[in-house]
C-alpha cells in the first residue's frame, strides 16, 4: 500500500544490487565484518545469497566515517530464533533466521517480485541498521532516554533519510510495508514486550521520513496512511533524534569521510535480469 | 461507569491542546509564593497573574477567560492549602536551570478535560483544575473498585490521588528538563517522560516511590482494562472530521505515547529494576510477566547511566541533601491502604 503511493520506481525497478566497490577504503573502517556458516542447511542460501551480495562489506565501507573507541562487529549468523536473546558485546548480529522470516512474509503478501526484492532489501537494511544502533549505543556508552529498541529505531531511521532519496525510498519503503504486513497481534501482558509493536514502529519510522523528506513522503497524511494528529508531530520528533545524534554521536563522525560517504551512490538499481 | 470512562480517556491526550495558547502579560510579575526558607531557586519561579495569587490563578489561560465556577474555587483553595505550588518549587530546587522555569495553576484551556503540561514556548508547566478535579474522580473510583474486585495490590484514596497527581507532574517536569538542560533523547519523548516520572521517586526511598509508582500504575491499569490500548480496526478519526481520515486498520497504534499497558509495564519495570525488594509484590501480584521481569535490573541501569550523564551534572548535590531529608507525602498520601 505504502509503496504503491510513494514508490513508482519501484514497480519498475528490479533487483537491487549493492555497490560493495564504493570509492572509500573500507580497512579505514573501525567496522568489522563476518558471515557466520549456519549449520541449517535451509538457511544456507541465504547465508549464500547475503555473501555474494557483500551486503556486510557495503555495510562496513558505509560506516567508516564513524570512529569508534573500539570496534564493532556486524554479522550475519544463524541464531536459533529471529533475534538473539544474549547479544555479544560490541556486536551487531543479523539472524538468517530473520530474513527468512521476512522472505516468508513478503512472499504471502505479494507475487510481485520486484516489490518482494525491495521489501526484503529495504527490511535487510533496517535490520542491519537497527542492530547496528544497539552496538554504537553500547560502544560509545551513550544515555538513552526511553525504550533502547525504539531508540535504535529511531536512530536507524534517521541514518536511512541522510544518503538522499534513492536509499531512503528502498529502506523506509521496504521497512514499512513489511511492519505493516505484519501477521501478530498485540493484546493484553504482549505489551509488556520491551520492543515496540510492528504497527508502532512502522509510524516511528514513517513519521522520520515525512519530516526528513516532505517531497517524497508529503502525500501519506492525503492518502491516509500518516494520521494528521501524528504528522503534526513529525518535525519535532525528527529534530530531537537529530539533535540527539549531533550531541553524542556526531563527535565520533569523522566530517571529511561523511562527506565522502554521503557523495557515494549507494544502492545501484539494475535491470531485471 | 461510562462517562468516567470517557473521561479518563480524554484526559490522556488533553494535554496538547492549550500549549499553545499565549501568556496573558509579559512575564514580568514574577513572584516567589512563600517558598520555604532555604528551598527557594532563583531559575523556578511561580508566575502571578494577579497580585497575591501565589500563581494559583483565578481564570484560564485566554486574557479573556471567565473566573472560574466556585466549585473550582474550592478545589483550587485545597491546592493552596496544601501547598502544591510551592512544595514543587522546593522539591525541584537542586535544579540548576540555564533558563527560568514558570509553574502555575490555571483552569487552563477552560474545558473539563485539560491535563497538566509543559510549554516549551514559555517555558511553563501548568497544572490544570481540571485534571485535579478528574484525579480526585479517578482515585475514588479505582479504590472502589479495588475494595469490590479486589483487581490490583492494596492502595488508599489518597495515596492514589497523591500518587497519580504527583506521577503526572514528573512526567511533564520530565519534558520541561529535556528541553530546559538540552538533553539528547533518542528513545521515544513520551515514554523517556515516564521514565523520569519513575525514577525520581525511585530516589526519595520506599514510601514515596511507592505512592507515585501506585498512582501511576493503577492509572494506566485501568485504562488498559477499559479497553484503550490499540487494536486492529479502531477507527482513531473521528469520521465526521473534516480532516483527512487514516486509513490504515492499524491506526490506533500511531499515537507518539506508548499504550496504556506499555506504560504500565515500563514504569513497573524500572521500579521492580531499581528497587526489587520494595516491588517485589507487584511482580508478585503478576502486575509484571516474568518475562519482562528478568531484564529489569538493566533496564533500571540504562536509565541511571542515563540520568548521571545528562541531568545529575545539573544538579546541586548540597541542596539534594535537604530536599531528600524532607518528608514530601502527608502520612495519608503513603498510607498503603
Redesign the interface.
Known sequence: MLSRYTTHSLITAAVLMWSAASQAPAQQSQVQVAYDAPTNAQLQPIYQRLKQRAVLEEMQVFLTPLHLPRPLTIKTAQCGATTLQQRPADTATVCYEMIAAIERLVSQRTSDRNLAQSVIIGAFIQTALHETSRAIFEILDVPIWGRERDAADRLAALIMTQFGEDVSRTAITGTADLFMWSDKTWTGSDFSDTGSPDYQRFFNYVCIAYAAAPLQFGDMVDRGILPKRRAERCQGEYDQIRRAFDLRIMPYVDPDLLIKARATPWLNWAPPK | MNREDIRMKSILHAAVLVAAMFLPAALTNWAFAQVAPGFSNSKIVLYEKEKGDRGYWRTGLASDSKQISPERMALRERMMKRRVLEQYAEFLSPLRLPYTLLMIASDCSGSEWDSPYYDPDNHLINMCYSFIAEAEKSADLLVQLQNTQKLWTPVSRDQLFAGLFASVLLHETGHAI?DLL????????E??AD??AAFIPLQFGTETARTVIKGFAYYWAYS?AQGQ????GTP??NPNSP??????S??S????H??A??RM??VICLAYGGDPVTFKDFVDAGW??Q??AQ?CTR?YQ??S???N??VLPFIDQEQMKKVRARTWFTAEETKEK
Not at chain 2, 182 to 189: K, L, Q, T
Not at chain 2, 253 to 256: K, R
Request: glycine share 4%; aromatic share 14%; charged share 25%.
Open positions: 529535556f538540552n538533553v539528547p533523547v533518542f528513545g521515544r519523548e515514554d523517556a521514565f523520569m488498559a490500548d490499540p487494536k486492529l482513531r478519526v480532516e483527512p481520515q487514516c486509513r490504515l492499524f491506526c497504534f500511531s499515537d507518539e506508548g499504550s499497558s506499555q509495564y515500563n509484571l510477566p518475562q519482562r531484564d533496564e540504562l536509565l547511566a542515563a540520568f550523564k545528562t
